[in-house]
Structures are given as structure tokens and as C-alpha cells.
């Protein structure tokens, strides 16, 4: 009898096989088991290891008394779940290593299945072949919904709580929402609140519910273990931007690119650090840098594009987005900054079909349609943005913005009453912005329709717009001194009127200048716009130019300006040429 112990994965087996010729003929596999066990022993790669499965599969399918099969069968089992996770660790290996390695990852990982859903016939009680297969549909273009499965077999098989913990933190990347990833998070971590893994997914999670003081502390914990890993650098230097910490956010991103240069999506961070601070040659240095590592940055071409447009750089910034739609080219945001571009440049229609054409195919993207109002009103084709945000708000009735935006196009078509009620809706929703306060308090200081002023609440209104501001604003002081002459105030009309002088914005300076003469005889001002639609499709009365009051100084006033055409890239969900916070101000002319 010859003695074999084969310890297999931390299992000590010991079994006795007969030396003698005849009883393999009582045990027509033990020759194949034999040969399979050393194989075992001497065995280094992963092609070895098929040989042992091989033999072992052999062994079993020529038949073996029950001990020996049993041993046949653990010995198969632990080399498949041995060779699938040589597998995985080659796809890990590849991720680092390699960032082509994304097409080689769908036979990679079915190869591993294989072994392990092999594995699993044998022994579907096998906790650690579970918490692998997981971990493979965890990986880009898994099966989210069988890598659950898995996982939460593998975690009411596993008795260990770090292996537990290891379990819930791998799971918790499969989950559908940020909220149930941060409870298996949150229990990975109540086993054991070390664990790297865990801290550093937390983190990021914490960061994308807009936690950023939790999200720092979790970063700073896996950074005090492992102070160079550039990653969690490049995550710390972004809650720190989100916490508005932007000069050490810029050196966490400097310390993070001494450690891998190499980390292209951390120079586009710099760069929109450069563009707040107004910096735009250096932002385009930044993306420069990046787009040298990978010439396949989509965000990289349309920020440095946004960059060169501000610029005055048109041709390059045309150029980028050239460069953009041919590495993707369905590519929402570079279609939509063409469409600026073709808007500025006068090619409404081109401009218009382009956004259409996204419109169909996303039929849901809001910030498509609310270009397209702004495009229009550019175009004074009023009626037809008003009909646009109509839609819009059908299916988000609650979204500010469009509110904000089809009250300035009713108010453009003298519909004061219809944009009131807008206004309105939109300060319940987002009353911190000052645009939007300040149009409304115009309206109610100023419009000809005795029933709808409120000289009293406009002061408030246009008060709390000077404060947002800092009273720095000409044209949100000089609502405040219309609001003030309408409550018949006239000390503090000329006040607020002159302070709005006093800032040097010539290019209000002729226009508040007549409010001012009117404060100084004692008069309020009135204004209703009057402008010109050529909207498809009016209806009589909205053809019908509004007019000015007979009190009006001046029949062009200060009433909201359209959205601009525009020509830059949305940044943290705004919608590409949407007025935003303090952006526009209240006159339906050019350079107001």
C-alpha cells in the first residue's frame, strides 16, 4: 500500500492507495488518482493544474471505491476553484496593468465561471467558490443580478466574520442604489472597521451622496495604512474640493500625481480647479497633460474645448470637438456643444436639428430640451420655447429652472400675470437664487397692472437679492430702487438707484440712468417688453405685440434676458446654455 497526505487549502487528506497491480482492477480509477495526485504536488501554473482536473475527472468517471471518490471529488473541487481563482487574479493583475484589458475581461471571466459552476455541481455548499463568482460578476459587464445571488449564498455559508465582512464588502459594489451599498458597507465594517476595502468603497459612496466630511475621514483612515496609494489621493483631493478646501485638494492632487503621473482623470480635477479660479490657459495645460496619457478622454475634449471657447479660441475649440465625436461619436455632450457653436453662429436650424435628434433618442434628457427653449429664444421664436418648457414641465413639474426660464419667455411676450404664477412656483422651489428673486421683484415693482404690483414684497424679494449678491450687482440694486419707488419711497429709490451707478457697469449705465431721472421727479417705473415672435404656429394673440405703459421712460427696459445660445459645457449636471445662479440679468437686450 503506498501512503499519500496532500494537504489542499489548508486541509490535511491522507489516503491509503494499493501499490499492486490488481487493485486497480477492483478500483479501475486508482491509476488515474494516482497519477492526478502527483501531479497535484509538482504542479506550478495554470496549465498544470488542467492536467490534474483532467485525471482527477478521469479517476472519477472510471470509477473508485467510495473513500478514494470522495478524495477524487475534493481534489477536483479544490483545483477548479484553485485554477478559476488564478484566473480572476490574472483579470486583476490585467486591470492594473493594462487598460486594453477590458476586451480580454468577457472570456476571461467565462473561462472562470466555468471551472467555478463545475466546481458548485460537485458542491453548491462551497462558500468560497461562491464569494468568487461574485466577485467575477462584480467586475465590468458582470451579471449584477447573479453576482447578488451568489454573494448571498456565500455569506449564510461562511461561519468566519472576516470572511463575512470581505463578502458584504464585495457585495455592497453590485447593489442598485448608494443607500444599500452603504448598509453592507456599514456592516463589513462593523465586523471589522480596518478593512481597507471597505473604507475606501465607503468613501466614495459617502462622496456620492454628498457626504464629503464623512467621506474624508474614511480616505484619511485607509491613507494612514497605506499612505501612497494614489487613488484614495485623487479621492481625498475630491471630497476636499466638494468641502470647498480647493488649495489642499490641489496639493493632495500633486502628492497623488508624484505617485503615479500617469493618473489622466486627476489632471482634469486640476483643470476644473483652474477654470473656477478663472485660469482658463492653465485648466488647458492640465487637459493638455491628460489627454497626452489617454487620447480617448471624451471629458477631456469637451473641457478643454469649453476652455478654448471662453477663450476666444474657436477654431481649436471646433477642432476638439471634432476630435470628441470621432472617439464617441454619439457622444451627448459634444453634440450638444456643436449645437451652441451652430447657434452662435447663426445656424439656428442646424443648431435646433441637432438637439431634435438627441431629443428622440433620449426622450427624458431635460437639459437637451431646455437648450432647445434658449436656442429658440435666441431665434425669438418665443412661443416655441414656451411650448418646449411646457413639456418639460409636464414630466418635472417642479424643476426651477424651467420654470425660471419660461416665466423670462412669457414675461419677453408681455404675459406678466402667466409669468408671475411662474415665478412664483420657482422661488418656492429654489428661493437662494438671486436671478431669479430679482425678476420676480422687477415684475412686481414695475409692471403697469396695478393688480399685480406689490411694492412691499418686492422690496423683500429684491433685498434678499442685493444680499446674495453682496450689493454688488447694478442691475439687482436697481430692482431694489424700483421696488422702493413703488412702495413710494423715492429717498431710498435714488439711493439704491445711484448705488447701482456707482458699480461701473457701463453697460447698464444709459438705461438705469433713465430710472433714475424718473425717481428723481417723484415718478415709479413701469415697463411691459414688447418684442417680436416668430414662433411657427401663433396663435392671434400671441402675434400680437405687447406695449408699454404711458408711465414707461423708455419702451425697452429691464425685463429678464433670453438664456444665451451659448457655447459652453455642462458642469455638475447644469444644462448646457441654462441660466444659471447669478449668470443673467434681467434685460431682454444683449449686453444687459
Known amino acids: 500500500m503506498t501512503r499519500w497526505t496532500l494537504r489542499i487549502f489548508g486541509t490535511v487528506l491522507l489516503l491509503s492507495v494499493s501499490a499492486a497491480s490488481a487493485a486497480y482492477a477492483d478500483d479501475p480509477g486508482q491509476e488515474s488518482l494516482d497519477k492526478a495526485i502527483e501531479k497535484k504536488i509538482s504542479a506550478s501554473n495554470i496549465a498544470e493544474l488542467g492536467e490534474v482536473i483532467d485525471l482527477a475527472q478521469q479517476a472519477i468517471d472510471q470509477g473508485l471505491e467510495k473513500d478514494n471518490l470522495e478524495f477524487a471529488h475534493q481534489l477536483l473541487t479544490s483545483c477548479l476553484l484553485q485554477r478559476a481563482t488564478a484566473i480572476f487574479q490574472t483579470a486583476i493583475k490585467g486591470a492594473q496593468n493594462d487598460p486594453r484589458w477590458i476586451q480580454q475581461l468577457p472570456k476571461i471571466r467565462e473561462l472562470a465561471l466555468a471551472d467555478l459552476e463545475r466546481l458548485l455541481a460537485i458542491d453548491p455548499k462551497q462558500s468560497e467558490a461562491q464569494y468568487l463568482v461574485g466577485r467575477l460578476q462584480a467586475l465590468p459587464g458582470g451579471d449584477r443580478a447573479k453576482g447578488l ?150 471629458a477631456a475634449y469637451l473641457l478643454r474645448a469649453t ?89 418635472q413639474p417642479k424643476l426651477a429652472l424651467a420654470l425660471h426660464t419660461r416665466a423670462d419667455a412669457l414675461l419677453s411676450l408681455g404675459r406678466q400675470e402667466e409669468a408671475l404664477a411662474d415665478y412664483r412656483a420657482a422661488v418656492e422651489i429654489d428661493g437662494q437664487n438671486p436671478t431669479l428673486l430679482n425678476n420676480l421683484a422687477w415684475v412686481l415693482a414695475t409692471s403697469p397692472n396695478d393688480a399685480l404690483r406689490d411694492g412691499k414684497k418686492s422690496i423683500e424679494l429684491a433685498t434678499k437679492a442685493c444680499e446674495l449678491t453682496e450689493f454688488k450687482k447694478a442691475f439687482i440694486l436697481s430692482t431694489l430702487a424700483a421696488a422702493y419707488a413703488e412702495a413710494g419711497d423715492f429717498e431710498n429709490a435714488k439711493k439704491y438707484v445711484q448705488q447701482a451707478l456707482d458699480t461701473g457697469d457701463e453697460d447698464l449705465k444709459d438705461e438705469i440712468s433713465k430710472e433714475q431721472a424718473n425717481y428723481l421727479e417723484g415718478k415709479p417705473w413701469r415697463e411691459t417688453q414688447s418684442v417680436e415672435d416668430q414662433s411657427h404656429d401663433k396663435t392671434p394673440a400671441e402675434e400680437a405685440p405687447a406695449t408699454t405703459s404711458a408711465e414707461t421712460t423708455t419702451a425697452e427696459g429691464k425685463s429678464p434676458e433670453s438664456p444665451p445660445a451659448g457655447d459652453t459645457a455642462p458642469s455638475d449636471g447644469q444644462s448646457l446654455d441654462a441660466p444659471g445662479k447669478d449668470e443673467q440679468p434681467k434685460s431682454a437686450e444683449p449686453d444687459r
Do not use: W
Open 149 to 298: 445571488a451568489a454573494l448571498d449564498q456565500a455569506e449564510q455559508l461562511t461561519e468566519d466574520p472576516a470572511d463575512k465582512a470581505k463578502i458584504l464588502t464585495t457585495r455592497a459594489t453590485l447593489q442598485e442604489t448608494p443607500e444599500k451599498q452603504l448598509a453592507d458597507l456599514d456592516a463589513a465594517l462593523a465586523i471589522d472597521g480596518q478593512l481597507v476595502d471597505a473604507l475606501q468603497r465607503r468613501g466614495r459612496v459617502l462622496l456620492e451622496l454628498g457626504q464629503a466630511e464623512k467621506a474624508l475621514a474614511d480616505f484619511d483612515a485607509v491613507l494612514a495604512e497605506q499612505p501612497d496609494e494614489a487613488g484614495i489621493l485623487e479621492a481625498k483631493g475630491i471630497a476636499l474640493l466638494a468641502l470647498n478646501r480647493v488649495d489642499d485638494a490641489m496639493a493632495v492632487f500633486d502628492r497623488a500625481l508624484e505617485i503615479e503621473p500617469r493618473m489622466f482623470a486627476t489632471y482634469l480635477h486640476r483643470a476644473r480647479v483652474q477654470m473656477s479660479r478663472g485660469n482658463l490657459e492653465q485648466a488647458v495645460d492640465e487637459l493638455d497633460k491628460s489627454l497626452l496619457i489617454n487620447n480617448g478622454n471624451a
Open 307 to 395: 476652455c478654448l471657447q471662453m477663450l476666444g479660441k474657436h477654431e481649436q475649440a471646433a477642432k476638439d470637438i471634432d476630435r470628441l465625436l470621432q472617439v464617441q461619436p454619439g457622444n451627448v455632450g459634444g453634440l450638444r456643444f456643436r449645437a451652441g457653436m451652430l447657434a452662435n453662429a447663426g445656424k439656428i436650424d442646424e443648431s435646433l436639428n441637432i438637439l431634435e435628434e438627441i431629443a428622440r433618442q433620449l426622450p427624458d434628457d431635460v437639459e437637451v430640451r431646455l437648450q432647445q427653449a434658449s436656442i429658440l429664444r435666441t431665434a425669438s421664436r418665443v412661443q416655441d420655447a414656451i411650448d418646449v418648457l411646457t413639456q418639460v414641465l409636464e414630466k
